[in-house]
């Protein structure tokens, strides 16, 4: 734990020192990418430890933004009791949906979260009065911090987002190391052996789904206070596809390569926007060599990397 702890911090602190030096436009860009991050981490803690395929990332996300703004709006000044309040109803929310889920198995597993972002969709536009519908809604008021003041602007919502990567890190090692996490482990491993060693498979799963959801409910904060302006499209199944993407080419189960995978693959990705037509090919032919490699690098395909770049290496 202390080793990839202090990975994590290396890596915040690298992040930060970057951030630190650039300039607005470029800032907001980066806080894209940590949002993507923090999703990641999210994902992490349903699909790296409890092994659940989940694709409800949107719906959770959009649920923290939504309700976010939509609290601030009547109780402008209580940040302090709004953000604890979402992040745990989109906890409770999460568990709660967890349990009849996974009674119908990996595969549908799947496919009914990924339902669950069509429903939060279309809860949303039924809803237009409340909601915005289809138009979405402006955030009209910041959140805010007793010292602070409102947290506005991208070099806020910046600190916000490494705060809750360094939050989310830890609780996440923490877990991994912890009964619970041996728990989720067993059941990844195999649920019938761990069912039958007395593991509440449903109960520990539940756990480490509702986690999941409080902190895409948290990142759904962030993104609503950074953009402005919330709508459908921006939690829609893209959202949720692309967070297991990033998860897959990192490696579930570890703590820092994937929120690594996000942020380099995503600065790469943007680097190449002025391409015209031919960008989305140049995406996905990134994307795909970053899958393989990952696939390689898991079954041992990049076995011979190490004794190739060696003897070079010593040459130099």
């Known amino acids: 734990m202390r080793r990839e702890v202090r990975s ?21 860009a980066l806080n894209q990418h940590l949002f993507l991050a923090l999703n990641v981490l999210a994902l992490n803690f349903c699909l790296g430890l409890g092994g659940q395929a989940s694709m409800a990332s949107g719906a959770f996300c959009g649920l923290g933004a939504y309700g976010s703004v939509i609290l601030h709006s009547l109780l402008p000044q209580g940040t302090l009791v709004i953000v604890p309040a979402v992040a745990s109803c989109a906890f409770f929310a999460a568990a709660w949906i967890s349990k009849p889920l996974e009674k119908l198995g990996e595969g549908f597993l799947a496919m009914a979260t990924l339902c669950l972002c069509l429903i939060f969709v279309n809860l949303v536009l039924a809803f237009a009065p409340l909601t915005g519908g289809s138009n979405g809604m402006m955030v009209s008021v910041s959140p805010s911090l007793p010292l602070l003041g409102e947290l506005k602007g991208d070099r806020a919502n910046f600190a916000a987002l490494l705060f ?45 789904f509702g986690i999941g959801g409080a902190f895409s409910a948290l990142a759904g904060m962030v993104l609503a206070n950074s953009t402005g302006f919330i709508s459908p499209g921006q939690f829609d199944l893209g959202l949720s596809l692309k967070t297991l993407l990033f998860l897959v080419i990192g490696g579930p189960g570890r703590l820092v390569r994937p929120l690594l995978a996000v942020v380099l693959l995503e600065a790469l990705i943007s680097s190449f926007h002025s ?16 899958l393989l490699a990952g696939y390689w690098r898991e079954t041992g395909g990049l076995a011979w990397l190490p004794r190739l770049v060696a003897p070079a290496a010593k040459r130099v």
Request: glycine letters at 10%; proline letters at 1%.
């Open 164 to 208: 809750l990567l360094a939050l989310g890190g830890y609780i996440f090692a923490a877990v991994r190391d912890s009964r619970l996490g041996r728990a989720l482990l067993a059941c990844k491993d195999d649920s019938l052996a761990a069912s039958s060693c007395g593991i509440d498979r449903l109960g520990v799963r539940a756990v480490s």
């Open 8 to 28: 994590l911090a290396a890596f915040l602190a690298a992040v930060a020192l970057v951030g630190a030096f650039l300039p607005n436009v470029h800032l907001l």
């Open 275 to 290: 391409l015209g037509e031919a960008t989305m090919l140049v995406h996905g032919l990134i994307l795909a060599t970053a």
